[in-house]
């Protein structure tokens, strides 16, 4: 196979997506890993400069052609997930890793980093060569002999491990199907209803299929009357990966792997000096201990609880009262909860859903982007891996035209072979290229798992869908809009982790005004724009049971941190469960039961980089929150709506523009003209 006829090879682009096969991907690894080996030993040799722009002339032009094939290739894995692929992905993955480990612990590479003369750098490459130092000691580059070729085999353990968590918990989801009669499907929604049967049909079947993908398993949670079927979902849903699963599916069990984890994690930890995990997992955040989150995290569970207790009587009153439920068990809860606020604001999740058509709701994000961000977003074209992805372009006006920012591809439907949850991951990063002095503009992947439309209707989003949508969105202009010219703190490269959800959970506050909504919505039969009526009952609804939400949050995250800052880890998965129990002795006020197994599953400590990091969320909801209140403090001022154009103005260029280039604290306050306060959020949450 030539260069010519390998895709992963042409970097000159955008990734051509529709001619990667599995069988490229270990030529293509093959092919780039030398090249970046012999980039690396070019620049470590005796005589090669210690210069910042020398040293990413070549060695950074080769590790960004590796990175941006790579994650190609992974971006695949996780979209378009096929027997052959996943194959092609595991046999490269410990070869890939190995790389990034070596090039991270490489004392050469460190010592020519710690002989750069910190005055021949921009302020950009300051920031980004104090974080290369950080990094290098965090990799390992100051360990010696054995504990050195220890530390190389930890991480390439861990990237297995993490990825076979990822794999367990998405072949337990695909690997559950049930298929019923209508009549056991009474309550379900018309939608839901038409899709299931559709997956039925397509495997000449009569009757409806159901799976434990979200678009099928929640709505069946929250609006099917049979309990009976609910129950069974929720025991499918709950024991997924997990010792508990029926039948042979406990082939999927992450208990090994999560004990492995974790005491890897820990012996990774000491190698590098310090207590435990959580320690290393801070070093690069805002938060400055694991003792000041769990202090913060404590802090807000104390606040919401009473808050939940009342949320939790509530629901246990109304099902006594309405539904005949004396006892209800967690599989009745969000059934309760839906029809409690049904009854209680007079709406239904159903009802709303049917005014927000994707493309609507996609016209009306675009447009407040273009409102807020002085941008203008088009339709563009790329080589893409599904029929049902879009490829779009940010330009800015200038004096001499239009000017690209960036670029996004956006894969919104749920499909088999796709993994669940929504994220923003990016192609390629602004940067100032320096082997051929071009201007290299951004391009980011905004995926989501929205239920497709049916009988050639569109897609119909929940408004928590809509939610998700902004929130990728978020990140995903924090990634395009940078005007940072130095890649590796360009857009959310270098951005503290706790602080990198700011810019997602802001654009979520949107989607709650009135002057945004009436703009992006239209009947799926009658094109009628959300009626106001129902826009306040869903504004009442807003903090319904915001106090149960904020303890299960809090409980994932005090858990995560506290699994972490251990300097004995969980040594199996009963030990993994009795920290969980122990925390939800402390915070929640609803315990599942027995058999449920929520760690198994839980992808973001195990596969997703939020390991000692969950309380991220809630650490960046203060920030995003404050943030926001700066455009409700504009509106009042002014009289006007929250898009207002001038705070827009400086919030992007205080903190989407300025990318990783500075602490984010800094940007906040260039922002705010001060530190964060919590009280915008409890008073967002309702629990002021």
């Known amino acids: 196979m030539t260069h010519a006829t390998n895709p992963l090879l042409d970097t000159s682009g955008l990734p051509l997506f529709d001619a990667i096969r599995p069988d490229h991907v270990a030529p293509a690894m093959d092919t780039l890993l030398a090249d970046a080996d012999v980039a690396l030993e070019a620049v470590t040799a005796v005589d090669f400069p210690a210069s910042w722009s020398a040293i990413a002339q070549r060695l950074d032009v080769a590790t960004e052609r590796l990175g941006r094939a790579w994650g190609a290739v992974s971006h695949l894995n996780s979209v378009a997930d096929t027997p052959e692929l996943r194959a092609a992905y595991n046999a490269a993955l410990p070869r890939v890793t190995e790389f990034w480990t070596r090039l ?330 320096p082997d051929n002095g071009a201007l290299q503009t951004p391009v980011a992947h905004l995926v989501c798992n929205f239920a497709d439309g049916v009988d050639g209707k569109p897609a119909l989003l929940t408004h928590d869908d809509v939610i998700t949508l902004f929130h990728e969105f978020g990140h995903g202009l924090h990634h395009m809009l940078t005007q940072v010219n130095e890649r590796d ?57 915001s106090g149960l939400q904020t303890l299960r949050q809090a409980e994932f995250a005090l858990f995560d941190m506290l699994l972490h800052s251990q300097t004995t880890p969980p040594a199996d998965g009963a030990a993994v469960l009795a920290l969980l129990s122990t925390v939800r002795d402390e915070v929640s006020v609803l315990k599942p039961p027995a058999y449920s197994r929520t760690p198994h599953t839980f992808s973001h400590i195990f596969a997703g980089g939020y390991s000692a990091g969950y309380y991220s969320y809630k650490w960046a909801e203060v920030l995003s929150a404050d943030a926001y209140a700066a455009f409700e403090e504009a509106a009042k001022a002014r009289g006007g709506s929250t898009l207002d154009a001038e705070t827009g103005r400086r919030y992007r260029q205080a903190i989407l523009e300025a990318g990783g280039s500075r602490p984010a604290m800094e940007s906040f306050v260039a922002f705010r003209g001060r530190e964060p306060s919590i009280d915008a959020l409890l008073r967002h949450q309702g629990m002021a």
């Open 489 to 545: 703190v360009s857009g959310i490269s270098g951005v503290e982790w706790d602080a990198v959800e700011l810019p997602s959970q802001f654009m979520e506050n949107f989607c709650w005004e009135w002057d945004v909504l009436k703009h992006m919505t239209a009947h799926v039969e009658t094109g009628e724009p959300l009626p106001r009526a129902l826009y306040d009952k869903m504004l009442a609804a807003k903090n319904f049971q």
């Open 104 to 433: 991270g612990a490489d004392e050469r590479l460190y010592a020519k980093y710690k002989a750069m003369d910190p005055a021949t750098l921009t302020p950009e490459q300051a920031r980004a060569h104090h974080n290369a130092l950080r990094g290098f000691v965090l990799g390992g580059a100051e360990l010696q002999g054995a504990a050195k070729e220890r530390f190389a085999a930890l991480q390439e353990r861990q990237a297995e491990l993490s990825q076979k968590f990822s794999e367990n918990a998405l072949d337990a989801t695909d690997s559950f199907a049930l298929t019923v009669e209508r009549e056991q499907l009474d309550g379900v929604p018309d939608d839901v209803l038409a899709a299931t049967a559709a997956a039925a049909q397509a495997e000449g079947k009569t009757g409806h299929k159901l799976s434990l993908k979200m678009p099928v398993y929640l709505p069946i949670m929250q609006f099917g009357t049979n309990r009976v079927l609910r129950e069974q979902l929720y025991r499918a849903y709950v024991t997924r990966a997990s010792d508990q699963a029926a039948g042979d599916a406990t082939r999927f069990d992450n208990s090994a792997v999560m004990a492995e984890l974790l005491a890897l994690r820990q012996e990774e930890a000491q190698l590098l000096g310090y207590r435990h995990h959580a320690d290393v997992s801070l070093v690069p955040k805002m938060a400055q201990s694991p003792e000041q989150v769990t202090a913060f995290l404590r802090d807000l569970a104390q606040k919401a609880r009473p808050y939940a207790e009342q949320d939790l009587a509530d629901l246990r009153a109304f099902a006594a009262e309405h539904l005949g439920l004396t006892d209800p068990q967690a599989w009745d809860w969000p059934f309760i909860g839906e029809k409690l606020k049904e009854a209680r604001y007079a709406f239904s999740e159903q009802e709303v859903k049917t005014y927000f058509t994707a493309p609507k709701v996609l016209a009306g994000l675009f447009q407040i982007i273009e409102t807020l961000f002085e941008v203008a977003i088009r339709p563009d074209s790329a080589p893409v891996w599904h029929p049902g992805v879009q490829f779009f372009r940010i330009e800015r006006s200038t004096a001499q035209g239009p000017q690209l920012v960036g670029q996004f591809y956006l894969d919104p439907a749920a499909r088999a072979g796709k993994r669940g949850g929504a994220w923003m991951d990016d192609v390629r990063a602004r940067w100032l290229r």
